[in-house]
């Protein structure tokens, strides 16, 4: 039972315009979520994080949003990048300090 | 800053061998580091968490015979898959937290070592 989905395996999007990834998660614990991005033969690299306690958090061209009675969260990238074509993970937690469950992915494609 | 090392990032082994799999931090001290594991359009699935100089803390379903976990120092752990056999071929990743920065969730990864298990 796979605990946070990311619906999306792929996205493909204009340099420019704005790229959205989604996340869902069943387990209402989760209160703690994070995006990852990696890009080939690199690990994960951490991108931005946001807590039950916010429905936003903002960092530059990248915006998340929690909407916990839908059990939804979404990344925002805005303008696109060609380099930020990479693969999106979802992360979610059930607190600081507490082990994470990752998403599958999304592969993110920013089109020149 | 926060660089970690995995070695080696690729490995083909027979059946039946024993496989070693260092996970490093360069710049910082890890008091925690984890050990990941990825099957083909999956999540990644923890399998073990580790932390210096005790015994890892293995998820349900991880074999703790299987999957030797040693973390000697703060800036070295190893993986190692004991006899492995071609159900072990997978893509294992490992991760480590800052001293002091776990409770933010933040994890550094290494790349990643693809086993294939002839």
């Known amino acids: 039972d796979q605990q946070v989905k990311q619906n999306s395996p792929s996205l493909s999007v204009q340099e420019g315009r704005i790229s959205i990834l989604n996340c869902d998660y069943t387990?209402?614990?989760?209160?703690?979520f994070l995006w990852y991005k990696k890009y080939p033969a690199e690990g994960p690299t951490f991108l931005i994080s946001i807590s039950s306690i916010k429905d936003k958090n903002e960092d530059g061209r990248f915006t998340v949003f929690l909407n916990k009675s839908a059990k939804h969260l979404s990344l925002h990238i805005v303008p696109s990048q060609p380099g930020d074509s990479a693969v999106y993970f979802c992360a979610a937690s059930k607190g600081y300090g507490q082990n994470f469950v990752f998403g599958p992915g999304t592969r993110l494609s920013v089109l020149p | 800053g926060a660089v970690v090392s995995q070695h080696p990032s690729r490995v083909i082994c027979k059946s039946g061998t024993s496989v070693k799999i260092e996970c490093r931090s360069l710049?910082?001290?890890?008091?925690?580091m984890f050990w990941y594991r990825q099957f083909p359009k999956k999540s990644l699935m923890l399998m073990a968490t580790s932390n210096e100089g005790s015994k890892a803390t293995y998820e349900q379903g991880v074999e703790k015979d299987k999957f030797l976990i040693n973390h000697a120092s703060l800036t070295l752990s190893t993986l190692t898959v004991t006899s492995a056999h071609p159900e072990d071929s997978s893509f294992y990743i490992c991760?480590?937290?800052?001293?002091?920065?776990?409770?933010?969730?933040?994890?550094?990864f290494g790349a990643g070592t693809r086993l294939s298990v002839l």
């Open positions: 710049d910082f001290q890890a008091t925690t």
């Open positions: 387990n209402s614990m989760f209160d703690y």
């Open positions: 991760s480590a937290s800052i001293a002091g920065d776990s409770a933010k969730n933040i994890q550094y």
